[in-house]
């Protein structure tokens, strides 16, 4: 599976961001998509995933990040609104199958105070 991630960028505080990411190769072994994050001296956290219908979200992005699936596309989308400057970061979109897992190249978020 390859994962390939578009749409990260500059914006200001309060603006919005909407990140792609498309899966090729064997994605119909996927299960769960989503995107983590990390920013600068910390660690690699989860922003978001989707599992079929049901979503899950980082308690600092709840209400201001939504996260969908194009199963018809292979895509996953993090639709990221209100953005702050802690949500600067290197966003990375992850694809899990039952036995491996498989990450995207990463796409960097700049939120300007």
């Known amino acids: 599976v390859q994962l390939q991630a578009s749409g990260g960028g500059l914006v200001q505080a309060g603006g919005s961001l909407r990140l792609s990411c498309a899966a090729s190769?064997?994605?119909?072994?996927?299960?769960?998509m989503g995107w983590y994050r990390q920013a600068p001296g910390k660690q690699c956290e989860l922003v978001a995933d989707i599992v079929r219908g049901d979503t899950n979200y980082a308690n600092s992005v709840k209400g201001r990040f939504t996260i969908s699936r194009d199963p018809a596309k292979n895509t996953v989308f993090l639709q990221m609104n209100s953005l702050k400057p802690e949500d600067k970061a290197v966003y990375y979109c992850?694809?899990?199958?039952?036995?491996?897992?498989?990450w995207g190249q990463g796409t960097l978020v700049t939120v300007s105070s």
């Open positions: 992850n694809a899990r199958a039952r036995r491996n897992a498989y």
């Open positions: 190769g064997s994605s119909l072994s996927i299960i769960v």
